[in-house]
């Protein structure tokens, strides 16, 4: 190895990294192969880049100034496809620097060189029918990133460069990053950030080069370590070769400075922050990203109060942005992920300006909610491996039950940033445990990124690698009411019944479904935030597998989710042979008069091997209701059976029964029709706009097309979908008097994939959608499910179903919306359950197979007794707030497994909530079960308080609803110079309305607290 034992590189500060972990690193490089090959392949990537002359590289990167930097999400002009955005799928499409002036981009779909004579590009771009295309913008865009640092987070050559100073102490590397950085930092002020996002021509400020809002301080925080490593270079206080180029003056140090503090404390074009001052706005990912760059620069420039400000900030991230659950606050699973790696440098950096200032603060990775959050929680969210998907994110195309391998990436370096500084012995060794656990899974991807070559590792052995595998029944995300169920077989299903926050979908009591190693439920997915997809479409409920209340009319332009507060989880059971889960969300339609809006999910296997799911939906006080349904992310066509095809007097479900004849309803002129590459239509119709548009009824209904009407001739309507790959998702549906059934077609985000969708509409005051949909992988497969009986039970508004499984076995269900006896004949003999929902499965001979008191306290079916667990709420009488233990003055429950969840609410009023149990002690006839979830919802400081009303430093993006009921309305407000009180509302984000209790004084810390005794309890 050419690495030179003594290093002359010796950073200002060690902001990011050390000297201790260049150490690391070379013994990283010594040990692991991977780190070794990562080493060999960054120095090869920089002594190639040598090879430019100083002279070349200066003309590069200064004939960006005032150019036009663009991602190209218009896609080609020629052949209209989309270009690949991924670094990894671009190989090949861009000139490389060496041959600059050239700069050309070759459309990897048609071959096309651009520009050329009939798309020409003088450098800012050209516009075809309404589209915009900025060509010479793409290539300036690819190489900045690659230079610079860019978009993908990925690191620059410049960082790569300062990598390998690091590493060698080789002058050569160190004076080529210091080339870079003045090159970059001469054009960079005062530039407008990438034009894809706003109209042709237009100069609106939305970023700097290449680098659109946030992603600016993402890069900044490298840019900083840089300077860090590079700051005793003597050339810094020379004059800078780049500003003389360019008819200025300065230093280098200058300059670089300069750039370093341009673009900070606020973002503009993107979302409203301004952090002067230790202001913070909103806790969005956004500002976290600000705080970062403040942060790095505050440490490397010596701004002691940019380093106080970000310091600050950490408590309002860590108890205000993540729940109790662990859970950040943004109704997007993805987002988190990527909040986690914000925040690990937040923590780093906060760390270290304490140690350069002398600060006391709390040890950021001494943190358990932070731990949870960026380290725990992922792993427990894994759907057959997938990463949910649900809100902004991706559409899940992936194949595979394999842990999701970027996922894994994340969680290990997060767990490695916790490796080397928590304080915390419990914490550093769970996260040296999730090391091994992981390092087997992301062996072949490590090194892409400077933490994982500079910080250590925990060995190479998985000696607990099956821990990933081991079945975990269910997950329940208590505060932002995420719950995740699991069969025994390969199967998954996630519904969302807590609150809607940015970056959510309108997909409250959606499921997202998971067999097979696919996600069947085909989330339409997110891609680029604004678009006429994201905000007419597939935001909205209509596009997600759930009902429809009154065609979302209330929706207002623009709008993405109806404001919601949250539900509450009712049910959560599982055995050998079912999983199951029950969500309400009633208040989700509060507005509309809705009195009952819940669906209960069942998991079930078959003795087969196979396996089907139970969905049962009710909805009370609605005048119509619209249950939706698709399947498959690949394009799928839907036959109907039991239904009577009606005369067409429409095209789209906007069409059906409307008063008017609207604009897009015919052939050829539907929204869903017109969706293409961009999301957005072609051709625009008077009236709309490319971006930030949605119809004037904004529930997505104009998406969906060629819609015909079928009215079932039976009690149960049977559909399947047939996937492109030859899978059949069945469909049993109970049908009402006066239902209707629309089959349609809907887009995914550009059009593309054409999904076939299920509209099943019923105008009842009350109505119990129940179905049974199973799932055949291929022809060959024998189905799951042979057929479904709507049945007549005893009872008030119950459902019975008999479903017959292969080989004369038969399930049947009853189900009902409140605990009552309920009776049903079976095979001349009287099934009776006492409870809301129970399972019996009889084989061919009418004998007991198996039963499942899945919220019943017992049943009888002939001689066969089965007992399941009471229904009872349990009045705690004791709480400790510190270790997080309640006391309730009974036995744990016989019947069923032991609790591992809990369900609590105040004996005034309000929604119920759930926490998970950590462990439980029984002392005679009194239990302690110590929850792992914390009390405290959230933190703040007081900055001003009236008898009535309290202003706070923290934003409270958990709690606050500007509509509706606030999630912290009822809970106390405990200050820490003795103020208390309880919490009325949170009308704005660093607004309370409290009823004070005893006197707050300003600038006195709060913590507000979920439980107090006197709450009740149940087990789950
Ligand atoms: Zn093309
Ligand atoms: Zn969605």
Redesign the pocket.
Known sequence: MSIKEETVAVPKSGLYFTGKDVQQARRNIEIYPWAREKYEALRRACDEHLQLSDEHLYRVVLGMKDATFAYGISG?P??G?PFPLELEDQLGMFSSISEWPRKTVT?P??G?VFPNEEYPDDGNGLERDGKAYYLIGMWNFYHAGLLFGGVRNHEGLVTKLVAMYMLTGDARYAKRALLLLDAFSAIFPGTLGPRDFTPFGSDFEIGRLHLLTSIVHRVKVWLAHDYDWLYRLPELDGPSPALRQLGREGTTRQNIETMLNDYMLTEPGGPYYDLTDGNLTNLQNHEADGVRAMLAVGLVSDREDYCKWGTDSLTAYFYNAIGRDGMYFESSYGYSLFTASVYLDLALLSMRAAELYNWDIAHPFANARFFRFAVENPLDMLCEGHMPSYGDWGADRRIGKDPDVKLCLDVYRSAQFFYRYSPDEVIRMKAGETLRLLYPIVESKLGERSSELFLPHNGVHSPSGSRLDKKRHFTVMGQSGVSIIRSSGDTTALMRFGRNNTHGHDDVLAYSYYAGGKEISADIGYSVYGTNAHYGWASKSIAHNTVVVNQDEGMRKNQLFKIFSGGELTLLYSSETVAAMEGDATELYGECGVEQYRRMIGLVDNERGGHYVIDFFRVEGAQVTDYAFHAFQSSSTLELRHAQPSPRKHWTLAGVDSPDKLYFDEPGKSLGERLTTGETFVPLLPGEEPRLWTPERNNGYGFIYNVQEYLPDQELVYAVWNSEQQERLHWFGLCGGGDRIFTGLCPDLEGGRKHAILVHRSSRPVVQYAVVTCLQHDARQRMPVEGVASLSAEGRHVTALAVSLPEGYTDYWLYSPSTQTMKLLVQGQEWTVTGRCALLRLDREGRVVRADCIQAQSMSYGDYQLYGREDKWLTIDQIDEQSGTVWVPERPPLKGDTPRFVRLRSPHKGASVVYRVNSMHVFGNRTAIQLTDSLILSKGIVRSVTDHEMETLYPLPLGVAEKGKSPFAGKRIVGQRGGLGTIVGVPELKKLQIQVVRPFTAGEAFDIVDLEPGYELQWL
């Open positions: 080609c020629k052949c496809q459309c779909h048609c096309t």
